[in-house]
């Protein structure tokens, strides 16, 4: 599974800009489920399965875009202005390196700081690509780039950026892996939704789950932890199981899907952890609100240092997060 | 206003009963099961959304030869706001808001703790809200009203006792009982929205010899106090040609500005603004004059933070209208409203429906 | 009934939860304690040798004991120079407990049911917005409202609670039942927690419930002279002159004191709480010193022993802060040694306050057994 998160990292895909990230993804499912689909937005939809008695439509999704930066003005000596794209913090950039989609890198910096000890705002910084001038710049106006850090593997934790949500991507491919190899039998027709745009305003989730139209919704994404130094207060930490979501910022967790997948975690031996999110969002909120209304919950997989160049997260988190889809996927949800 | 008939004191006994219901948002079940059988009575079919929503159809009497009758949906939303648990520390037990709050009312307040499963058999628990002394919190906290993330539930309880009976994501609601102020007044906790579900289960009481020519939805909401979803997803399923959304408005309570608020017992409010289609506003006000029911209007120059929002968007869009009943000190355990204008409130309800027939949307046009 | 085996320690009966819940339900700012003064006099009047009600409202109660006594030694007389230590008399304990709270009196009619108002006593001002509350001898029901949070910024709801912005509410209709002078006090009706009460004013309802099962059941060896006070919460007013009447040997004060035992939030750094006062399960809370008393160490040291010898749990309060009606009491006529004993409770002059029951019931049996091995000596050794 590593190597697999590792390659989906390393892809630049910020929102609005997924393709890449989509190729690599069609590749590794489209001969594990059928029907391989991209909608108007760019979200990738794979079918497994079909509705059988006491089985229904569930639509999971993990979203394969990160945050970044898009060109907004090259000056005359090819230094690049830029603004952002999704929750990019200034603290996060200074000294950073940035890869663009076409493959060019830079490195940020910044304009004379007045106070050394707060980070600058987005307007007094840009990004260097070592151009000789503006003639030399081959960045345009409109360009795209993502943050730019190598994988860094400590054992059982993994540093890398956009682990936001490839992580959550990763274990939807495992997931599909270990249906498809163990043989599994479900009552459910599962949509995997590999969805764009979800740091602008999870918009590929909206449209997603419109199309499909799904009984019951799950996102797969990552969620903070309270377990570093002064942090902000949250029950969850790193290496102590997956999260079941119970609420974050933009919806309040089904609980009737709560009880389902607390059900199955109990019932496997599967570690897992209680989650209350206070800032932050995920597809579920999009998915939970669509047409008729959605019972939605959210499986999150612990990260530290989240929308930094470094997030980190622990395998064993990840491989649980599987095992816990595998055993859920299975049973059947009560909706009473 | 209505006479004291046996509608009207059962009309009080349910909002009494309702009051003392926990029924935070997304997690409803209780108060949603009193309401059904309150409903079950007074409508011919009753559903639940996907969401959770009460469904419950008057339908029209003479039903259209060909398609469906138009149909009308009331929306009152039965959510409360509350809190939930984020943590446990030494037995005591950190929250985090459902719904917006205001920190200064939280100190010292009654609670119960109700477990996040609604078919756990634990028990609910009682518990006080406490704030720690301020040496005990960090420099930044100090010297001012106490943040919700650093104010603590004490259930009396050990903290063994505490690992062994609370969980994260269990919820917390505020446990004020109601308060009676003679025949007139009424206070507690979640009378925003429970006042306009009891007018809206007067107005179906009101109707229950009455024959419709409508279909009439009356829709008891989930979520509207943090993130409208059943007001977005019930319209959406239902397609309605008309919708009212009831809430409560800001009534004249100490501490708030007389031009921002309406006086309580004086009547109700009808909205006005983008929000609100302007043909059901005018229908509702000559209306209400012919009833002799007392109104003002509320000025909503933006979205009405209240169903409307999303009932006016769902699919095609439906004409909205926004019914306001004043409220004092919204969104704390000791809100008061008077009971005159619930009634009056349902009494408007009921004779709009009943009012409705094949002509009624040629009348619900812009520019008119 | 106490129990009067010295050394026995039995439960919390359920006729001593319901005194204390009646006590606490009962609403008896300072100025106006009438309504636990007829709880009070009914439940001591069947046992007292005299009764008075003084001229500020304290209830002062007389129980002679039952050992040899020389001749001459009425109870209520003017202090004699003759100390008992050295004629063999009884001791004459004066034991108080003050039956006024905090609470607030209405001080403006603001129209349409509004009142502006003011504390009485050390009310904690955080603890108001949004809180139910009771009005004069009727318990009208009203309310302290808070504008709607939709009406305010961030920054409004930061700042500390402005008294002044505040009012009591009684509803538009009800206008006419209330009126300036009026007391009101909280809301909070006596709830049981597991191992826990809640409820307003356990301070100092608790300490009058113990001297109430005391005074009915008192140890034989003492002559206890009962000294129900008023206004404590506004200066130690009833104690003051209780004293000075009943001229006693020396004084238990039975009070309720702050437990600030909750866990440090500032995860800055592993600090330790060191401030707490006093915890909850640790048993009734002797005072050493606070800001208005330090306790005459003889009577400290004899509580101490008997708390070992009989094997009762037993805190030492932290000394600073604080006062109790000992401070009044001691400085007295020509001084009167005193110290004073303290369930512990949290959240004290807050809506609703909390103390664990095995506190309360420990509290009792200590009391009882503090004052049964009281012998004349005990003043023979100087201070």
């Not at chain 1, 593997?153 to 540093?159: E, F, K």
């Not at chain 1, 109990?266 to 932050?280: F, S």
């Amino acid at each position: 599974m590593k190597s697999l998160i590792q390659k989906l990292v390393e892809i630049p895909g910020p929102s609005g800009f997924e393709s890449q990230v989509r190729e690599v993804i069609r590749k590794e499912v489209e001969h594990l489920a059928g029907n391989a689909q991209v909608d108007n937005l760019g979200n990738l939809i794979v079918s497994w399965g079909e509705v059988k008695a006491g089985g229904l439509k569930i639509l999971l999704a993990a979203h394969m875009d990160e945050i970044g930066l898009m060109v907004t003005h090259i000056d005359e000596r090819g230094f690049v202005r830029f603004t952002t794209i999704g929750g990019v913090r200034p603290v996060n950039l200074l000294g950073g390196r940035v890869r663009f989609m076409s493959g060019i890198q830079g490195v940020i910096g910044s304009e004379r700081l007045s106070d050394a000890s707060k980070a600058p705002a987005f307007e007094h910084m840009f990004i260097d690509v070592g151009a000789a001038g503006l003639a030399d710049c081959a960045v345009n106006v409109g360009d795209v780039a993502a943050f730019e850090r190598p994988f860094l593997d400590l054992g059982s934790r993994m540093v890398a950026k956009s682990l936001d949500d490839r992580i959550g991507v990763a274990v939807l491919i495992e997931t599909l892996r270990e249906l498809d190899r163990r043989k599994i039998e479900s009552p459910h027709q599962l949509l995997f939704v590999f969805s764009v745009q979800e740091e602008v305003g999870v918009r590929g989730a909206t449209t997603a789950a419109y199309g499909i139209d799904p009984d019951v919704g799950l996102a797969v994404d990552v969620t903070q932890t309270g377990d570093t130094p002064n942090s902000a207060r949250m029950d969850v930490s790193l290496g102590k199981g997956p999260a079941i979501k119970l609420r974050d910022q933009g919806m309040l967790a089904d609980p009737r899907v709560v009880r389902w997948m607390l059900a199955a975690a109990e019932a496997n031996r599967i570690p897992y952890q209680r989650e209350v999110l206070e800032r932050g969002n995920t597809d579920a909120e999009a998915i939970q609100l669509t047409r008729s209304g959605v019972p939605s919950g959210c499986l999150s997989i612990p990260c530290r240092y989240i929308h930094s160049p470094s997030e980190m997260v622990d395998l064993n988190d990840a491989q649980n997060a599987v095992q816990l889809l595998v055993a859920l996927l299975q049973q059947a949800i009560d909706l009473a | 206003m209505p006479a004291i008939t046996p509608h009207t004191t059962q009309t009080i006994n349910l909002l009494k009963k309702l009051l003392s219901e926990p029924g935070l948002s997304a997690y409803e079940d209780p108060v949603r099961q009193m309401i059904e059988a309150a409903w079950q009575p007074l409508t011919d079919e009753i559903s639940i959304s996907r969401l959770g929503s009460l469904h419950g159809l008057r339908r029209a009497a003479r039903p259209p030869s060909e398609g469906k009758p138009p149909s009308l949906l009331l929306a009152a939303h039965m959510d409360a706001i509350g809190l939930m648990v984020t943590g446990v520390v030494d037995g005591f037990l950190t929250l985090t808001e459902v719904g917006g709050l205001d920190q200064r009312i939280l100190p010292g307040q009654r609670v119960i703790v109700h477990p996040a499963d609604p078919r756990s058999s634990r028990q609910d628990l009682p518990g006080i809200i406490v704030r720690p002394p301020e040496y005990l919190l960090p420099g930044q906290a100090r010297g001012k009203s106490t943040p919700i993330e650093y104010l603590l539930v004490d259930t009396g309880l050990t903290p063994s006792q505490v690992e062994e009976q609370i969980q994260v994501g269990d919820l917390v609601s505020f446990a004020q009982p109601p308060i009676e102020f003679g025949e007139d007044y009424l206070a507690g906790h979640t009378l925003d929205n429970r006042v306009s579900v009891a007018a809206l289960t007067f107005c179906l009481e009101e109707l229950q010899n009455r024959s419709l020519a409508w279909d009439v939805w009356a829709v008891a909401t989930t979520q509207e106090e943090e993130t409208m979803a059943g007001a977005f997803t019930s319209a959406f399923q239902l397609r309605p040609s008309l919708a009212v959304a009831i809430d409560v408005t800001f009534g004249d309570g100490a501490g708030s500005s007389g031009h921002k608020t309406f006086p309580i017992g004086k009547g109700i409010t009808l909205g006005w603004g983008p929000n609100i289609h302007p043909a059901l506003h005018k229908t509702f006000a000559g209306l209400a004059d012919r009833l002799e029911i007392p109104w003002k209007l509320e000025p909503v120059p933006r979205m009405s933070g209240t169903d409307a929002y999303g009932l006016q968007v769902a699919a095609e869009g439906i004409p909205t209208m926004v019914i306001g009943i004043p409220l004092r000190y919204m969104h704390t355990p000791v809100e008061m409203a008077s009971i005159k204008d619930i009634l009056r409130t349902g009494r408007l309800l009921a004779e709009f429906a009943a009012s409705l027939d094949q002509n009624t949307m040629d009348r619900i046009v812009w520019d008119a | 009934m106490l129990d009067t085996t010295i050394g026995h320690n039995p439960g919390l009966t359920e006729d001593q939860l319901l005194l204390l819940e009646r006590l606490c339900n009962a609403c008896a700012v300072s100025g106006n304690e009438s309504e636990v003064r007829e709880i009070v006099l009914e439940q001591v009047r069947p046992h007292a040798s005299q009764l008075k009600v003084d001229a500020l409202g304290n209830v002062l109660a007389v129980r002679e004991g039952t050992g040899s006594q020389p001749e001459n030694s009425a109870a209520l007389s003017p202090s004699s120079p003759v100390s008992a230590a050295s004629t063999g008399r009884r001791l004459r304990v004066m034991v108080a407990a003050h039956m006024d709270e905090v609470g607030f009196m209405l001080t403006y009619d603001d129209e349409g049911g509004l009142f502006r108002f003011e504390m009485v006593g050390g009310v904690d001002v955080e603890h108001l917005p949004g809180k139910p509350v009771q009005v004069g001898r009727d318990h009208i029901p009203a309310l302290i409202g808070m504008k709607p949070v939709h009406h305010t910024k961030a920054e409004e709801r930061q700042q500390k609670v402005d008294p002044d912005n505040l009012r009591i509410d009684v509803s538009p209709g009800n206008g006419r039942k209330v009126k300036v002078g009026d007391w009101a006090a909280f809301t909070s009706p006596f709830m049981r927690l597991g191992p826990s009460f809640c409820a307003k004013a356990l301070d100092n309802r608790l300490g009058v419930a113990s001297l109430v099962e005391l005074f009915k059941s008192p140890p034989p060896n003492i002559d206890l002279l009962a000294a129900f006070t008023v206004q404590e919460e506004v200066g130690l007013r009833g104690a003051t002159v209780a004293a000075h009447a009943l001229s006693p040997d020396l004084a238990l004060v039975l009070d309720c004191t702050s437990a600030r035992d909750l866990p440090v939030l500032d995860r800055s750094g592993m600090a330790e709480n060191t401030q707490y006062n006093t915890r909850l399960g640790l048993g009734p809370a002797v005072y050493v010193a606070d800001r208005s008393t330090l306790s005459d160490p003889r009577l400290v040291r004899h509580i101490l022993e008997i708390a070992k010898k009989e094997s009762l749990p037993c805190q030492v309060r932290q000394p600073g802060g604080g006062g109790t009606d000992a401070g009044a009491i001691h400085k007295q006529l020509a001084g009167v040694p005193s110290v004073s004993i303290s369930v512990p409770a949290r959240y004290l002059h807050t809506p609703s306050s909390l103390c664990r029951s095995e506190d309360w019931k420990n509290t009792l049996a200590l009391v009882y057994a503090v004052l049964a091995h009281l012998t004349p000596d005990i003043l023979a050794v100087e201070r």
